[in-house]
């Protein structure tokens, strides 16, 4: 009995692979999606002579990008967070929320191990700047980073 063509030639069953394939795919997308989400690019970063490379061992990261108004934008949101009371309540909601996974994976230290990073563009004021940095103080968070461009050796 045979099964399939008489000549003997055994094809090979490409749709596993096209099936894993086309998931691989996906997976990266989404991947790509979620990673630009954090990073507008309507910013225009200032550059630096002594900027660092991002350090990539920090694994809890909240993104906080400034334009150049000095207003707030952050993922998930259309709209920027105009006042400081938005701000205040989004960063005290943050907070809460990486408190609660903190201790849900076993820390009760109850010090907060997110980084805040602040992506100001460079056309935005200092003030701005500072009274972000202040409510993530006093929302709880101890770590941030301002970020910058390096400036390209001649």
Known sequence: MSHGSSDGKAEPNLIPLLDLVFQLVM?????????MENVNEDVKLPTAQSARPAD??????LYLNLNSDGKVMVSGRETPLS???EVKYYLKSMADEAKTTQERNGDKSGILKTVVIIRAD?????APVFDVLRE?????????QLRAQI???A
């Open 136 to 144: 993530c103080k006093q929302a709880g968070f101890n770590k941030w």
């Open 83 to 85: 006042s400081m009371a």
């Open 151 to 153: 400036t390209p050796k």
């Open 122 to 126: 460079k056309g935005a004021d200092f």
């Open 56 to 61: 990539k061992s920090e694994v809890e990261v």
């Open 27 to 35: 997976f990266f997308m989404m991947v790509c999606n979620f990673a």
